[in-house]
């Protein structure tokens, strides 16, 4: 484990929710923003615009950094153009230990660490409802469906804390910059986009769906009625290589393949019956294959097209979350043919989108960056295959062990309301009394430590205020704490240890997973590519915090806050060198 530096400009506006989201400009109202824009002052001599004119912020959900190394030989056109003609940071990671979908998104978008974005887990116990609530859930919204889809709930960002690099730029650029998402996950769209995108778009049951915070746009209706996901019933998922191709084992070890398929080529989109109508299980196939990129890639070149994105007056925004990697390595693997066939296309998919944008606002115009949220483990029994020592972390082995240790004690049953992620909630006002009672405090956290696969357990007094330590892993573990809604104990797996919910001895539902404070989850891919970026290969450290206050630098605004740093060895040298101005 790299202990990895962190810097930590500007400081932290706390306050910033959904009660005082009036912070962010309000939207449209374009009059103003295009005096402002018009108002800037126009290099003279030079061919490219003062900044770029579209912001393109590609996540691609699960992909470990080294898939790159791995298969970047097979990859013919997005990914190999971005890795060979854009500045590709081999070492970047997250610094923290909660490596899960909505906090890397959230912190891709902001520049901060989850310790001040409170985006701490997907979800997390809630203990003022004494509910789970996702990452997005928000009471006061309600989410609208396209093409009639049917929606329940809300989500917006209300429970991320700070603005995003999105929000800023439509503040600071003014009405004139327009922000689009779009992903298979709500937490992916929204964090993207952030507390005001124009539209933030995702996938729900058989169709695409929005909330009342952002509104429709009549395009993503008409694209929706128009080329509806049943569509892509009965299709079927193929090697686009030859089978000599592929590494590792045709049927992936520990692989739990989704609903409807088993473990080998071809996957056909069919459902689980393979009737003449698609069913439930189809959604969840159509998710897991690589038709699901190929669909949202559609959807984002034609945002391009009808909103004429990079334009308008000032720098717009575009954020694609490709969700099926994550579907599809969760089942299968890091090391199995599907993973790395999902890559192969996406590498296709990516180089459409380029060349749409190639051709609509023009090369040289606008700025790409990619990254993941968080990488993946390979599945116990792959790596057992290897001699590691691997295996399975049972939670609930952990909750009944807590259970039993404080039952001796005389607490009367559940102690605990809830473990979610890693982290441990107790039932209000256990844990005060267990601060009162240390012998009883020790004997759960030594009930912890006994658990197969249990590297350590944290207290949340031990991560609170990202305390000054040399270990490695609380340091990380405290960069995802939040108080209040993180746990008020939080479990480290060994190395290679899967945490599953299932009972003990009854087989997990998924092949592997993520979340961990280990390389394998936090390390990721950086690249960017076009407007003001020198290319190149950069070994330093980089986590994607640095991804807003880079491109906040490229667009000229100031982020309120954030943990990230200016990747400035990536900027071309005609940004960072001083420029003569034209007064003298
Ligand atoms: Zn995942």
Redesign the pocket.
């Known amino acids: 484990m790299m202990r990895r530096a962190r810097v930590i400009l500007g400081a932290v506006a706390l306050g910033f929710s959904a009660a005082s989201g009036a912070q962010i400009a309000p939207k449209a109202g374009s009059d103003g923003a295009a005096k402002m824009v018009n108002a800037a002052p126009v290099p003279k001599a030079t061919s490219s615009p003062a900044r770029p004119k579209l912001v393109v912020v590609i996540v691609v ?2 992909m470990r950094a080294d898939y790159i190394e791995k298969f970047r030989g097979q990859w013919t056109s997005g990914l190999k153009r971005l890795v060979e003609q854009g500045a590709w940071f081999h070492e970047a990671a997250y610094p923290y230990g909660a490596t ?2 909505c906090v890397g998104h959230a912190t891709i978008s902001t520049g901060a660490l989850p310790a001040m974005s409170g985006i701490v887990a997907n979800a997390w116990w809630d203990r003022e409802s004494q509910k789970m609530t996702t990452c997005t859930a928000d009471p006061k919204a309600k989410n609208v469906g396209y093409a009639g889809t049917a929606v329940k709930g809300g989500d917006s960002a209300w429970r991320l804390r700070v603005p995003a690099f999105a929000d800023e730029l439509r503040f600071q650029a003014g009405g004139a910059t327009r922000v689009v998402t779009f992903s298979l996950k709500a937490r992916a769209s929204i964090m993207l986009g952030g507390h005001k995108a124009d539209a933030a778009t995702w996938f729900e049951g058989d169709g695409w769906v929005t909330s009342n915070v952002y509104g429709t746009l009549p395009f993503i209706e008409a694209y929706a009625k128009a080329h509806p996901v049943k569509e892509d019933y009965g299709r079927t998922w193929t090697l686009s290589l030859p089978q000599s191709a592929y590494f590792y084992d045709e049927k992936a070890a520990g692989a739990v393949p989704p609903g409807g398929w088993d473990l080998t080529f071809p996957h056909p989109l069919r459902g689980k019956s393979g009737g003449s109508e698609p069913d439930d299980a189809f959604y969840g196939q159509w998710a897991a294959s690589p038709f699901a990129d190929t669909y949202l890639t559609k959807l984002a070149e034609t945002a391009i097209d009808q909103l004429g994105l990079g334009k308008g007056g000032g720098t717009d925004y575009l954020g694609v979350g490709y969700s099926s990697t ?1 579907h599809v ?2 089942a299968f693997g890091p090391q199995s043919w599907e993973v790395q066939d999902m890559y192969v296309r996406l590498d296709k998919d990516l180089g459409e989108l380029l060349k749409h944008l190639d051709a609509k606002v023009g090369a040289g115009n606008y700025v790409v960056a990619l990254s993941a949220d ?1 990488g ?1 483990v390979p599945t116990p029994e792959s790596m057992a295959q290897t001699g590691a020592d691997a295996g399975e972390l049972h939670i609930s082995d952990v909750q009944q062990k807590i259970e039993d240790t404080l039952k001796a004690f005389g607490y009367a049953a559940p102690a605990v309301a809830r473990i979610a992620s890693a982290d441990v909630y107790f039932s209000p006002g256990i844990y005060d009394k267990l601060k009162t009672e240390p012998a009883a405090l020790n004997a759960v956290l030594e009930a912890i430590r006994g658990v197969p696969g249990v590297a350590e357990v944290y207290r949340a007094e031990e991560l609170t205020d990202r305390p000054s330590t040399k270990s490695p892993i609380r340091t990380a573990e405290s960069d995802s704490f939040f108080p209040g809604r993180s746990g008020d104990l939080v479990i480290v797996p060994k190395p290679y240890w899967l945490g599953v919910s299932s009972p003990v001895g009854k087989p997990r539902d998924y092949g592997t ?2 979340g961990t404070p280990y390389y394998y989850d936090q390390r990721v891919p950086i690249l960017l590519m076009g407007w003001g970026i020198q290319k190149g290969e950069y070994f330093g450290v980089a986590t994607p915090a640095d991804i807003a206050p880079t491109l906040a630098a490229l667009c000229g605004i100031t982020l309120s806050t954030h943990d990230g740093r200016v990747l400035s060895e990536a900027l071309a040298r005609k940004l960072t060198t001083a420029q003569p101005t034209t007064a003298h």
Request: overall charge negative.
């Open positions: 959900d699960q899960e979908t994550d390595g969760h968080h993946v997973g993520h």
